[in-house]
């Protein structure tokens, strides 16, 4: 599968940076300058992209409003935020308004390679109808899983598949609902069961995944399972992930206005409480319960 994407910069030197890291990583890369020129690109476009990886702050049509216009008209395709304006309100404003993902300038290579990964998991999946009954009354699953490093993002996956025929017709929100597991499977796997912290991302990334290989090459470490339970109700969907790790306090957590969103550290409960109306932590914090209403989709 060709990897197409529609990079949308007003700033010609950071199209270009842009686009040379997507092309390192064996991307087709279509370029616009603002959210017109995007849309006539998509109009234009014999295939659709993978994804969209637009600025925020741009002339004539803005970030959010190129946001909003996907939302409507190409509702299956995945579009993430690159900003160098990472403000809590504009990045609030931009899941909002259809994002899956954002991240901040300068956009690393590494940054680049997972959203890809995102917007090929979601490419695979949204190329098939989703299923919808209409009969669903409730709905449970419960998953036991071992330390894997790609455990995270499958059984992400499982559960968005669990929960299709529960959000039907609303593909960014099943998006949104897929980020928000993902983190917590990967905050469950390392900093849980592997005790690797997450603000050792930010300081050292490249030791920050070496640490995680190392840890999972310990026997006892490895041996530590995720059980992940999804519950779909008639009016309400909820999900719990818990690990076998040290816990920690859930009072130290920021809160989500005071998350700096330019930082890795807190993108992840920042994702989760933005997607799910309640979430909570039991067992000294190595469990994490999140909820949300059928009538806030």
Not at 72 to 94: M, Q, R
């Amino acid at each position: 599968m060709i990897k197409r994407i529609l990079l949308v910069d007003d700033d010609p030197v950071s199209l270009e940076v842009m686009a040379a890291a997507l092309r390192e990583l064996d991307c087709e890369v279509l370029t616009a300058e603002d959210g017109d020129a995007a849309l006539q690109v998509l109009a234009s476009a014999q295939h659709l992209p993978l994804g969209v990886l637009t600025d925020l702050k741009m002339p004539s049509m803005d970030g959010l409003t190129l946001l909003s216009r996907l939302r409507d008209e190409y509702p299956n395709l995945p579009a993430a935020v690159v900003s160098g304006h990472g403000s809590f309100n504009s990045t609030i404003s931009a899941l909002q308004n259809g994002a899956v993902d954002f991240i901040v300038k300068p956009a690393t290579v590494a940054c680049l390679r997972a959203v890809l990964e995102r917007f090929e998991d979601l490419f695979s999946k949204y190329t098939a109808s989703l299923r919808s009954d209409g009969l669903l009354c409730e709905k449970f699953a419960r998953y036991i899983v071992k330390g894997e490093r790609k455990m995270p993002r499958m059984l992400s996956r499982i559960v968005a598949s669990e929960t299709q025929s529960w959000i039907a017709g609303q593909p960014v929100r099943i998006v949104q609902m897929q980020m928000a597991v993902l983190e917590a499977l990967e905050n469950a796997l390392v900093h849980g069961n592997l005790g690797v912290s997450s603000a050792s991302r930010d300081e050292d990334f490249a030791g920050y995944l070496n640490t995680i290989a190392e840890r999972l090459s310990d026997p006892v470490l490895r041996a530590r399972t995720v059980t992940v339970e999804v519950k779909l109700g008639q009016q309400e969907l909820e999900i719990s992930v818990q690990d076998e790790g040290a816990g920690f306090e859930p009072g130290n957590l920021p809160t989500v206005d005071s998350i700096d969103v330019l930082q890795t550290h807190g993108r992840g409960i920042f994702l989760i409480r933005n997607f799910f109306d309640d979430v909570s932590w039991e067992h000294g914090g190595r469990l994490i319960k999140m909820s949300k209403s059928i009538g806030t989709h």
